[in-house]
Structures are given as C-alpha cells and as structure tokens.
C-alpha cells in the first residue's frame, strides 16, 4: 500500500479554519483516500474519504490535488472538541483480501481557546 | 443502533493467563476487523473477518486467535498472556471489505499483562 506523510502536529484557534495537509506521492490510480481521527481516549472515527474529485460532508471537506498526490483535510471552524489526532490514510479500491486501514503517525491536532 | 460495543474496557491478567475481548456489533456488518494501539503508535492490524466463519491474519496476528461464528460478534482470545500483548485493543466494522466505505471503531478495551 501506498504511505503518506503529515505533520506529526499542528496548533489552530478555536473558531478559525484548519487545513490539515498530506502527502501520498505514491498513490495508485484506485486508491481512496480516507481521513480518520482519534479523540483522547476513544477509537477512531471516520472523517470524509474520496478518490478524486473534493468531498463535503457536515464534519469537514476534502480537497484533492489534481495530480492526488497530496490532499487537505479542511476544519470550517476549529471547537476544542476537535483537538484530535488526524490520520491519512489510503486505501487500494482493488484489495478485496482484507479492509486495512493502515494507520500512520496522523497529526496531532491542537486547539487553542 | 448501538454501533460496535466493546468489554470488558479494562482488564489486568497476570502472564500465562487466557482471556477473551468481546466485540459485537448491531449493523449487519458483514465486515469486522481487530486492531491494536501501543503507546503512541498507530494502529496495527490483528485479524480480521468477511463474514461469519471467515477469518485471516493482519499484519501482527501472533498470540491471537479469532472466531465468526455470527454476523454480530467477533471475539479475539488471547491463548497465553504476555507482557508484550498490553495495548488497548479496537474492534471495527463496515458493511463490507470494499475500499469506498467507512469503518465503525468501538470504544477500545485496555489491557495490561504483569
């Protein structure tokens, strides 16, 4: 599977956008790129996910390069319920052997009141 | 719904000893998966399941042994505790294996071996 990169941390004021970068140089035509994200001491929960054209949903927007070799994860308007680890994740539309979900170093997310 | 429900939340054993970490989900997922978080890590894959009586190793199955004997659950045994093993486990679902979906995480269970 194809890796990405992100920052292992990011600071943001609460009430202001968020962008939240990653790399994934490497990906293949069929991979989704998928975003999950890890609240202090719960499992982790599914943001947003797409595989080429951007994506809304009512927690966030995913932006994907043209190229999809990086994508943004975009907070609208950062809560302290949102200071969470991030994570990047892709994942090939072809495996049909197992479902990973490969998790990384994700960012760590900071919000300041 | 009750999404995936996760016990015991915690649990301590001593080396050597057995237990098993109950997963359930209400979803009719057809796909149920476990993961283990160490300290500061990601998330590593342990096994994972397509439908009832199909299983397969992940990428750290050593130690583990799982079972699908239903749709709802999928409980992961621990044969002989070791120290290795404390982490806080998750157990997942989605309706199926495809990539264009998203996973459901329980609350995790945490686990300590002396």
């Known amino acids: 599977d194809a890796k990405t990169t992100q920052p292992n941390s990011m600071e943001s004021n609460e009430e202001e956008p968020v962008h939240l970068p990653c790399n994934h140089s490497?990906?293949?035509?069929?991979?989704?790129i998928h975003w999950y994200r890890q609240l202090p001491s719960q499992g982790p929960e599914y943001v947003i996910h797409?595989?080429?054209s951007n994506v809304n949903n009512r927690m966030a927007s995913l932006a994907i390069a043209e190229d999809r070799k990086s994508s943004t994860l975009i907070l609208h308007r950062a809560t302290l319920r949102d200071a969470a680890v991030y994570y990047c994740?892709?994942?090939?539309?072809?495996?049909?052997?197992?479902?990973?979900?490969?998790f990384g170093g994700g960012t760590r997310l900071m919000v300041k009141p | 719904n009750a999404g995936v429900t996760q016990t015991p939340k915690f649990q301590v054993l001593k080396t050597g000893q057995s237990m098993t970490l109950q997963c359930a989900q209400d979803?009719?997922?057809?796909?149920m998966s476990w993961y283990r978080q160490d300290p500061g890590m990601g998330l590593r894959l342990i096994h994972y399941?397509?439908?009832?009586?199909?299983?397969d190793q992940g990428e750290v199955p050593n130690g583990y042994n799982v079972s699908r004997s239903t749709t709802e659950d999928f409980p992961l045994r621990l044969l002989s505790a070791a120290p290795s093993q404390t982490s806080v486990y998750f157990c997942?679902?989605?309706?199926?294996?495809?990539?264009?979906?998203?996973?459901?995480f329980g609350p995790g269970t945490r686990l300590t071996v002396l």
């Open positions: 997942a679902s989605s309706l199926n294996w495809g990539a264009n979906n998203e996973q459901f």
């Open positions: 490497t990906i293949s035509g069929t991979d989704y």
């Open positions: 797409g595989l080429t």
């Open positions: 994740i892709l994942r090939d539309g072809r495996n049909n052997a197992g479902n990973m979900l490969t």
């Open positions: 979803m009719n997922h057809e796909y």
């Open positions: 399941s397509v439908g009832a009586g199909i299983t």
